[in-house]
């Protein structure tokens, strides 16, 4: 079966938006849940995030980091892609927590939309920040400046917003104000960082991990993950976990075990 493009834009550097026609996920997708996508026959499949589900549509927004998200962003509108397993992994926990804060860096900024008004619905007040290396790598800022009752917008070169990191607005904020719940979500070392804000309130905090998956459903056991000293695998377990519990070093260490191989991949694709 073949899933369509019905809308295709680069929303920001190398940062591309896709609207996918699939009805299946788009119905039973939960914040916190991700599909994974193979172009082709050929095609390796990749995890991303579900950032929003409309009517028959999912929306992923995606950096063309490699030979697959490449590829991927050079398809147009009307194209399709081979696959569109989902929606899975664990949806976050949705509920009336109070206070809460959620915090996207780079694309990981994508994963807030759905979220904010998944925790709106539950009654929750929610601040939104997020960040980015400049402007220009910013994104779904006027979307979520609907979505959240605030939004702070950071850049680290001070291009756009609060000249700072995310984690500095949080804990000016753990200062001033009680606050119940906080999802982080980016690169891993920034969740790692961020984090660290919140251990001595003991404030619960979310990440979305981003392990190496391959196929999704926790056979393959290539996104193994430690957390609270317990083996969890990402895709079936999570993506999301208590960000105080996850053995960070591991899940960085193996989150590069084939750079060659993904350059060689790259190379190839790029000739
Ligand atoms: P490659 O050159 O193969 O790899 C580049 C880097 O991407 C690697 O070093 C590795 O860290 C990571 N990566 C490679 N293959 C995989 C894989 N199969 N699974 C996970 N990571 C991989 N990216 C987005 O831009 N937007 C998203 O919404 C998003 N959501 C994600 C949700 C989950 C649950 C996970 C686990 C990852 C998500 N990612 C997202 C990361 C995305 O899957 C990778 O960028 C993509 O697989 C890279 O493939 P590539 O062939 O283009 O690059
Ligand atoms: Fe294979 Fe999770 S991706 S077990």
Redesign the pocket.
Known sequence: MAYKIEKASEIADNIFEFWIKAPHVSKNAQAGQ?VVIRIDEKG??????I?AAKDDLIR????A??????FLSSLKEGESVLDVAGPL?QPGELKKWGNCVLIGGG?GI??LPILAKALKEQGNQVTGIIGARNENLLLLSDELEQDCDELVICTDDGSRGFHGFPADILKKKLEDEKIDCVWIIGPAIMMKITSMATIPSKTKTFVSL?????DGTGMCGSCRVSVGGETKF?CVDG?EFDAHLVDWDELMNR??IY?SQ?KE??DNFNE
């Open positions: 991700f390796e499949r990749i995890p991303l995030t950032s992923i927004v995606f950096m980091v490699g030979k697959t998200t490449k992994g694309v994508a994963c981003n392990p190496i998956m391959v990402a993506p989150q590069r750079p993904e991949s790259l």
